[in-house]
């Protein structure tokens, strides 16, 4: 099944906002019915952000992360997202 919708979320310092935020969003998903992903575009955080999001992906294959070598910032993160999602 094609992928309907991507969503990016640039990420930076948000080991407590991940799980909150894919309750919520997730919730929506499914009650619309949609095929979608969520694409986290992390730059390299000094918290567990990455962690975080990597339990979440074995708990949900519709989550995708991409992590970068250096801080870029939320442009460029944004940026990236979109040139590796795979949504209409």
């Known amino acids: ?21 894919l309750q919520r969003v997730e919730k929506v998903f499914s009650e619309i019915n949609i095929s979608y992903e969520i694409v986290f575009a992390l730059d ?3 918290d567990k952000t990455e962690e975080v999001i990597l339990e979440e992906i074995k708990r ?5 992360l991409l992590v970068f070598s250096r801080r870029f910032g939320q442009p460029v993160a944004t940026m990236a997202g979109i040139l590796n999602c795979k949504g209409n």
């Open 44 to 46: 390299p955080s000094p």
């Open 1 to 21: 099944m094609q992928t309907e919708i991507s969503l990016i979320v640039p990420v930076y310092k948000e080991e407590h906002s991940i799980k909150p935020f």
């Open 60 to 64: 949900n294959q519709n989550i995708k």
